[in-house]
């Protein structure tokens, strides 16, 4: 099975808008502000939707998906699928400082 949905062309992500395109042209693409965040395989094939071709690409088998966020855009950000965003693990994070907040004082 290698069935190619037609969301999720790799694209600059920076201006985030939505992956729906048939027949992945530039005439028939939509350029509405994507919403969402859709991650198609373990491989993190990811794409990029508004809230209308969502639903179509319901259609689809999934992965994961999160409402898109300011660290989707980011080069490097990596699929957090607890968090249900993009981040960066390991670094100053807000992840890390939500992790952080719940022990204080506990070293030593
Ligand atoms: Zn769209
Ligand atoms: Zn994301």
Redesign the pocket.
């Known amino acids: 099975m290698n069935i190619t949905p037609p969301i999720g062309r790799i694209m600059d992500t920076s201006r985030q808008p ?1 992956g ?1 395109s048939p027949g992945d042209t530039d005439a028939n693409t ?1 350029m ?1 502000p994507a919403t969402w965040h859709i991650a198609w395989d373990a491989d993190l094939e990811n794409g990029l ?2 809230d ?2 969502m639903i179509y690409a319901k259609q689809f088998a999934y992965v994961d998906r999160h409402p898109v966020g300011v660290d989707c855009a980011m080069p490097g950000s990596t699929w957090d699928f607890e968090e249900k965003r993009c981040g960066y693990p390991g670094s100053s994070a807000p992840a890390v400082a939500h992790a952080a907040a719940g022990q204080p004082g506990e070293q030593g």
Request: charged share 10%; net charge negative.
């Open positions: 939505c729906y939509c509405q939707a508004c209308e071709h």
